[in-house]
């Protein structure tokens, strides 16, 4: 069983408004040491082993469902798991 842990955020050249506003709400509360904020997305998949390459299928979920790729990119975290 493999338990993998996705986060997707915006590219770069991606204006993050909602970004923006944490950051200025940060400011707001005196928190001027804070740069900038870009907001992602985290998740938690538990796959099965199969007949397949883990990480192939991790890079098809995440580019069919999980991520818009015109805007987002991805990474992941596999990590091989014994069922309790």
């Given amino acids: 069983m493999y338990k993998v842990k996705v986060f997707v955020t915006l590219k770069e050249s991606v204006l993050d ?4 506003a944490v950051k200025n709400s940060l400011h707001a509360l005196t ?3 804070v740069n900038d ?6 998740m938690e998949l538990t796959l099965e082993k199969g007949d ?21 990119d991805y990474s992941y975290e596999v ?5 309790s």
């Fill in 17 to 20: 408004p909602q970004g923006n």
């Fill in 31 to 33: 928190y001027n040491e």
């Fill in 37 to 42: 904020v870009r907001i992602g997305k985290y």
């Fill in 52 to 72: 397949f390459d883990i990480n192939e299928r991790i890079k098809e979920l995440c580019e069919k469902l999980l991520a818009n790729t015109v805007i987002e």
């Fill in 79 to 83: 990590e091989e798991v014994i069922p």
